[in-house]
């Protein structure tokens, strides 16, 4: 492996150097002793370019950076994750010019961030390496807005990698920012046997018959090796190596003094190997120097065991083989990533199966308790409840009861922050740990802190939990937090509604909770709009007597009332309507009101209460309709009845000024037309092209709604805007029977429109023979030509209508014309 300590830096070297600080220097932001490790990381990235293999993941990150802004690579340990975007970002700044910033966190990209410079930001393990880092998640919930602000003109990249049993956990799930794009690299982007090969041929400096041997069994390969170690007669190079378990796999050469500590912990070491020397920091170092050329890498001034795959391996099996050493000497993040009691195993069949893990016995599970106990005594409090295995209720239990005997565990939480633990109570309401609850219930806690979705109430709400809801109001919970996303979030009492959990509402409601509040969603919700959603006359009832406003309501949606009457529901109208529900109120986009509604689905037990509760039957909606409109196109004759009795106006008229007779006319309902006649409404009304309905029905040939409109001396000589007659267009639609009943209300059969065309033309051309006929013997004047000087003969013939033709001549038609 390169090191900047030994090698003359050649002329491409320089080269490469003086590019990659000139385009560190353009981000301003970064520290200048920050510059310097991301130089010499990215050089590091450099060096391992010629060993990078061009698979398909690879290929597939390229192609999807030409479009997409965030990238997560997504995929197991050794998968290689993390040299495919560091491949990337590299070609990035090559052939594109951006400037490479390695970072950690979504605080650092903010920080970092130059608007007017192209940067791409590459984060290793974005929420966590072995287990999901809640703290990582609730960062990038509240900074994803930022976020996705900045990226907006595409000049910044995000490029990350994740492990795939993280990015498939359900609380990361809710980060649209980084779930949204993903090269998958264990299913669709999994390495091929070619890749394998290919990859297996740069790497393997001994000769291996089977190369796909290794990739098929790299454990195995692994585990055999370290056992040669721990057989040897001199175990120095495995005990050296155990100071990456304490570590952490990141052994900075700083820490290799002759410090009193480190002194004390090559002691504590050597006490689990046989060496055949003193275990002293000369010997860690000579040690070290040897495994750079097989198990360890050198990054500018720290030691790691060469890949995290190798690291995980490595733990595994001390953690087999030394099992008191690991536990003793371990690194915090090691205590609760990587072990596992057995019973835990046992109990739970869907825990996650890794090969890695080291697993605790049933006899040493107080010795596991003691260490993490331990931990808690140096301050590191956080770290219980990050443990992989906290989502166990049984483990929890145990390690609990094991703490209690020790110390007082409420006492220990007054050392942590506010901010922290008011973080913790968070994440354990939302995880659903109701047993944590009263334990971080301390006096400094903030028991409304929030994310984006809501406070600890809000989970406990969601899931039904009344216990914990109780417990939290108790603790001066505040029932009317939404969560801090500003289009996404609800109210506990708004979730309590939609759950249908009666109890809680009552608790919420009896602890102030704001009956009247509008959810943070587009559509802007009370509690009440979501209980008659639900139809929960319970729930309804009992946010109107706790004075729910039953007329509040926005533009997206409908009014609580207008709710109630599309449902249906006569025992939730007359509910609100005893609460001081306006029956008048509209739909702010239709205009309608609860009356046209019920108008409309022809509900008439509902209509006699809103008439009962003074609705207005003259209000008009979007379309200058008023709810007895909706009656008479639905064909709802009870509720026509009904509305009639009232002594409506019968000839209010729409936007196109229709009448009521007209809309009637038209979709040939003849009872109800007949019941307006009766009522004496004015039959001559037209509309804007001046249609009369009896020259509507006569053009869709209504014949039954036609002879009552000429029974109730509609005028038959009305036309339209274009002087088209009822006849005219009763005859050019081929409707015999309208045609003989106009003819006997002696309509005028030479009545042309503004062409000059007559009914005769208009059925001779049609082909309609029989209407002809009737015409002919009505003394109609066949000779009529339009203005084209077209005759009724010369359109019957133009148009191959023989019959008419013949019949035409007969009566003594000009055949000239």
């Known amino acids: 492996m390169w090191r900047p300590e030994n090698r003359i830096l050649n002329t491409i070297d320089k080269e490469v150097l003086i590019e990659i600080r000139n385009s560190q220097k353009g981000s301003s932001q970064v520290p200048k002793a920050l510059q310097k490790i991301h130089e010499d990381l990215i050089f590091e990235w450099r060096e391992d370019e010629n060993k990078v293999v061009r698979t398909r993941a690879i290929s597939r990150i390229e192609e999807l950076i030409k479009t997409k802004d965030v990238i997560v690579a997504v995929g197991s340990s050794g998968s290689g994750k993390s040299t495919a975007i560091h491949h990337v970002a590299l070609r990035l700044h090559n052939e594109e010019g951006y400037n490479i910033v390695p970072v950690h966190s979504p605080e650092e990209i903010i920080q970092y961030c130059e608007p007017k410079n192209k940067q791409v930001f590459v984060i290793d393990d974005v929420c966590g390496k072995s287990t999901i880092d809640l703290g990582l998640i ?8 930022d976020i996705q602000k900045m990226i907006e003109d595409h000049k910044v990249k995000i490029l990350l990698s994740c492990r ?5 956990d359900r609380s990361f799930e809710g980060l649209e920012l980084l779930s949204k794009t993903a090269c998958d690299f264990v299913s669709n982007y999994s390495l091929t046997e070619f890749e394998r090969n290919q990859i297996a041929r740069i790497y393997l400096t001994e000769k291996i018959n089977r190369c796909s041997y290794f990739f098929a069994y790299p454990i195995s390969v692994i585990r055999s090796d370290l056992d040669l170690l721990r057989k040897a007669t001199d175990q120095t190079t495995l005990a050296t190596m155990s100071l990456f378990i304490v570590f952490n796999n ?27 020397a003193r275990f002293s920091i000369k010997v860690v170092k000579s040690e070290l120097q040897k495994l750079e050329m097989s198990y360890v890498k050198k990054t500018v001034t720290t030691y790691k065991i060469l890949h995290d795959k190798i690291y995980d391996i490595f733990l595994s099996f001390c953690g087999e083989h030394f099992f008191d050493l690991v536990l003793e000497v371990s690194h915090r993040d090691v205590i609760h990533d990587r072990f596992v009691l057995e019973s835990i195993k046992n109990e739970n069949q869907i825990l996650t199966k890794d090969e890695n893990d080291i697993t605790v016995p049933d006899m040493e599970e107080n010795h596991y308790f003691k260490r993490i106990l331990k931990d808690i005594q140096k301050g590191f409090i956080k770290d219980i409840f990050r443990n992989r295995q906290f989502k166990y209720l049984s483990f929890r239990n145990k390690l609990f009861q094991y703490i209690r005997h020790e110390l007082d565990i409420k006492k220990v939480l007054l050392d942590v922050s506010s901010e922290e633990l008011s973080n913790m109570l968070l994440s354990m ?6 047993d944590m609850v009263p334990i971080l219930l301390t006096e400094h806690v903030d028991v409304n802190v929030r994310d984006w979705k809501g406070t600890p109430l809000y989970f406990a709400l969601e899931k039904g939990n009344v216990g914990i809801s109780k417990l939290l109001l108790d603790h001066q919970a505040d029932p009317n937090i939404k969560g801090w996303l500003e289009k996404g979030s609800q109210t506990p009492l708004h979730i309590a509604v939609n759950n249908g959990n009666i109890d809680l509402v009552k608790l919420l409601l009896t602890r102030n909770a704001n009956v009247n509040v509008q959810s943070n969603f587009i559509r802007k919700e009370t509690p ?46 007359l509910l609100l309507l005893n609460h001081m529900a306006d029956p008048n109120i509209c739909d702010k986009n239709s205009r309608d009101t609860p009356l046209h509604v019920a108008s409309s689905q022809g509900n008439i037990d509902i209509v006699k209460i809103l008439l009962d509760h003074k609705a207005d039957l003259t209000i008009k909606n979007e379309l200058g309709e008023t709810p007895l409109f909706r009656a008479i196109e639905k064909n709802y004759t009870d509720v026509v009845k009904l509305q009639l009795e009232t002594k409506s106006d019968l000839n209010i008229c729409n936007n196109e000024n229709e009448s009521l007779l007209f809309k009637a006319s038209r979709m040939c309902h003849t009872d109800i037309v007949k019941l307006l006649l009766e009522n004496n409404c004015d039959s001559n009304i037209c509309n804007k092209k001046n249609e009369s309905p009896l020259f509507i029905s006569s053009m869709f040939g209504h014949t039954d709604t036609v002879k009552l409109l000429l ?5 038959p000589y009305i036309c339209n805007d274009m002087n088209i007659s009822p006849l005219f267009a009763a005859s050019e639609n081929g409707h015999t029977d309208i045609v003989r009943l106009l003819l006997e209300h002696n309509s005028d059969p030479n009545k042309c429109n503004n062409d000059n065309m007559s009914p005769l033309f208009a059925a001779s051309k049609n082909g309609h023979i029989d209407i002809v006929r009737l015409l002919l013997e009505h003394r109609f004047d066949s000779n009529i030509c339009n203005d084209n000087n077209i005759s009724p003969l010369f359109a019957a013939s133009e148009n191959g209508h023989t019959d008419i033709v013949k019949l035409l001549l007969e009566h003594n038609t000009d055949h000239k014309k």
Not at 138 to 145: C, Q, V
Not at 164 to 168: N, P
Not at 429 to 434: E, H, K, L
Not at 711 to 715: P, Q, R, V, Y
């Open 711 to 715: 029974e109730h001396n509609c005028d």
């Open 528 to 573: 009440l709009q979501v209980a008659l959603q639900h139809q929960n006359d319970n729930i309804v009832k009992l946010l109107l007597d706790h004075k729910a406003n039953c007329n509040l309501y926005c533009k997206f949606t409908k009014p609580p009332l207008y709710e109630a009457v599309s449902q249906g529901n006569p025992n939730l109208t």
């Open 138 to 145: 609730n960062r990038w919930e509240t900074l994803s807005t």
């Open 164 to 168: 795939r049993y993280i990015y498939l």
């Open 429 to 434: 309401t939302r995880q659903c740990y109701w």
């Open 250 to 276: 990141s052994l900075d050469e700083n820490i290799l003094s002759r410090s009193h500590s480190m002194t004390k912990l090559l002691e504590d070491i050597s006490d689990h190997f046989h060496l055949q």
